[in-house]
């Protein structure tokens, strides 16, 4: 079975390929989208909230010769994943690679003075983002890159924002480590 794997089809060469890459407007995700664009890889550059450096990315891609797009899309939202995935594939005609690069949280510095019900929003918000996202992504991807027999979808995560923080004081610090965890 891995020897399958390995000589999966590789007969398009990457600057003949199409990538999505989720969270492509800032950080990690700018990195990857600049890197493939540069190899010759049509790029969706996918944001959420920014689409002003989305934007950006996608004009210094063009200046320098190549293919992209910005799109929108909440990935916590199958719908949104799969209507990135569709978009993609109709303006390039098809999608080779997912690289999933967005992830993150909004936790408040001080948690324990928050109510309860609102820890547990932002709890499950944390799980949408970093988890449910990338996997209703994977979903959207999968039958598009099955169906033309190759495709390579990659999860990438940072540590922590502001780097992993030892859960001394529970309230506060435990949603830092599920962001982590996530």
């Given at each position: 079975?891995?020897?399958?794997?390995?000589?999966?089809?590789?007969?398009?060469?990457?600057?003949?390929?199409?990538?999505?890459v989720t969270g492509g407007?800032?950080?990690?995700?700018?990195?990857?989208?600049?890197?493939?664009?540069?190899?010759?890889t049509a790029v969706v550059v996918?944001?959420?909230?920014?689409?002003?450096?989305?934007?950006e990315i996608v004009e210094r891609i063009r200046q320098s010769g190549g293919k992209a797009i910005a799109a929108s899309a909440d990935?916590?939202?199958?719908?949104?994943a799969e209507s990135l995935v569709e978009q993609t594939v109709q303006q390039f005609g098809g999608?080779?690679?997912l690289a999933v690069c967005s992830g993150g949280h909004d936790i408040p510095d001080e948690m324990r003075s928050l109510p309860r019900s609102e820890r547990y929003?932002?709890?499950?918000?944390?799980?949408?983002?970093?988890?449910?996202?990338?996997?209703?992504?994977?979903y959207a991807a999968f039958p598009y890159m099955a169906k033309q027999g190759y495709g390579r979808i990659v999860f990438s995560a940072s540590v922590a924002k502001n780097g992993l923080m030892v859960a001394l004081d529970f309230l506060?610090?435990?949603?830092?480590?599920?962001?982590?965890?996530?």
């Amino acid at each position: 079975m891995i020897n399958h794997i390995v000589m999966w089809k590789m007969s398009k060469k990457i600057d003949q390929r199409v990538a999505i890459v989720t969270g492509g407007s800032g950080g990690l995700g700018k990195a990857v989208a600049l890197r493939l664009a540069g190899e010759g890889t049509a790029v969706v550059v996918h944001y959420n909230r920014n689409e002003k450096k989305a934007e950006e990315i996608v004009e210094r891609i063009r200046q320098s010769g190549g293919k992209a797009i910005a799109a929108s899309a909440d990935l916590t939202q199958f719908a949104q994943a799969e209507s990135l995935v569709e978009q993609t594939v109709q303006q390039f005609g098809g999608l080779d690679i997912l690289a999933v690069c967005s992830g993150g949280h909004d936790i408040p510095d001080e948690m324990r003075s928050l109510p309860r019900s609102e820890r547990y929003r932002i709890w499950n918000r944390l799980v949408e983002f970093n988890m449910s996202g990338p996997m209703f992504c994977a979903y959207a991807a999968f039958p598009y890159m099955a169906k033309q027999g190759y495709g390579r979808i990659v999860f990438s995560a940072s540590v922590a924002k502001n780097g992993l923080m030892v859960a001394l004081d529970f309230l506060d610090e435990i949603h830092r480590c599920g962001y982590a965890a996530s």
